[in-house]
């Protein structure tokens, strides 16, 4: 099982004032914090788009582009790519120049999108949320196995024998799809024979999602593809300290803080701290304490749903540098190492 982290830019939101962090003092501390992933051996880097005020990354391949010259070994994603507000065409470009100039690291994952900000500001209706992106997967999958691309479609102009460069090199870019929870979407990757990551967050009971694995699992089996191509991720809200207590009193507020401007905007109940609690337990997704008791949620969540990849996504709500690049060191040194050996040993 891979094991990695991702990270949206939360910029940090002062609660007595409103004052938003600057998004270049972000930006830089991302960069410290991707290299110290590589350096402690994680397997994925993961960077998500959002068009909002309290997020410094709009583009995740620009960052990912910076990530290839500063890494060596770790795999670098989007996490996700909104791929129903952009243009599939572009999107190859970009990344395969990410995968050219990481030597081969570079992944995508497509999502539909749970924040809708970018359809308005590229000019799509929300209307259409689910045609976009059944339409733009296409071509983007076309895209990636042919360089010399006929294609028509409803909400992009047609390509007729247009050649796309530049190409990735010995294989095509590693596709992933994100999924939320909605079965249409599960059947969909599973029919593609796309890898699929669930995101499992806010302290939702893990086992809410077995089906939704077994769903997966089944519709793959029965296309027929190979089950040595066969792969499954899950990506949970997580943070990482010494001290249970201690991580967990520090993030709360912070945590409490985005969810509930997030939750404005959706019609949430405000996130309260009985929440928070249940999310820490080993039955619900929210991966915040000390090393072993990580490890051995890790571990419950890979027997369960047959992961072949586990994303701590460890940012929301913007919690220090410090404590990130503490979380991060906690990951690739402790947490990462007890997961691989007790896997070895099954």
Not at 103 to 121: K, Y
């Amino acid at each position: 099982m891979e094991l990695g982290i991702s990270m949206f830019g939360d910029l940090h939101v002062d609660s007595q004032t409103g004052k938003i962090q600057s998004a270049q003092q972000r930006l830089a501390e991302l960069m410290e914090e991707i290299k110290l992933a590589d350096e402690v051996g994680l397997d994925i880097l993961g960077i998500g788009e959002h068009h909002r005020a309290e997020y410094a990354v709009a583009t995740p391949e620009i960052i990912l582009a910076a990530a290839a010259a500063v890494t060596k070994n770790i795999k670098l994603t989007s996490s996700v790519t909104v791929l129903s507000s952009s243009d599939p065409v572009k999107l190859y470009q970009n990344f395969a120049m990410v995968d050219l100039l990481s030597n081969g690291r570079a992944e995508l994952m497509a999502g539909r999108g749970s924040f809708t900000e970018s359809f308005p500001l590229f000019g799509y209706n929300l209307y259409d949320y689910n045609d976009l992106f059944e339409e733009k997967l296409a071509l983007l999958l076309q895209v990636n196995i042919e360089t010399k691309v006929n294609w028509q479609g409803r909400f992009r102009a047609s390509l007729f024998g247009q050649e796309i460069y530049p190409r990735t090199e010995d294989r095509p870019l590693p596709i992933w799809i994100a999924a939320g929870g909605s079965p249409d979407s599960v059947v969909r990757a599973g029919k593609l024979g796309l890898p699929i990551m669930f995101a499992i967050v806010a302290g939702t009971p893990l086992m809410r999602f077995k089906p939704l694995y077994e769903l997966y699992r089944e519709t793959y089996i029965e296309v027929g593809h190979d089950m040595s191509d066969y792969q499954v991720g899950m990506f949970s809200h997580s943070l990482f300290g010494e001290d249970e207590k201690e991580v967990s009193e520090y993030y709360y507020p912070l945590y409490k803080g985005q969810m509930d401007r997030i939750g404005k905007s959706r019609g949430w109940s405000p996130f309260i701290r009985e929440q928070f609690d249940y999310g820490q337990s080993p039955e619900a997704a929210l991966f915040v304490g000390e090393p072993s008791a990580m490890v051995d949620k890790i571990l419950y969540a890979e027997e369960n749903f047959g992961l072949t990849r586990f994303i701590a996504h460890l940012d929301v709500g913007a919690p220090s540098h410090k404590h990130l690049m503490k979380a991060i060191e906690l990951y690739g040194t402790k947490i990462a190492p007890q997961v691989r050996a007790a896997l070895n040993k099954n």
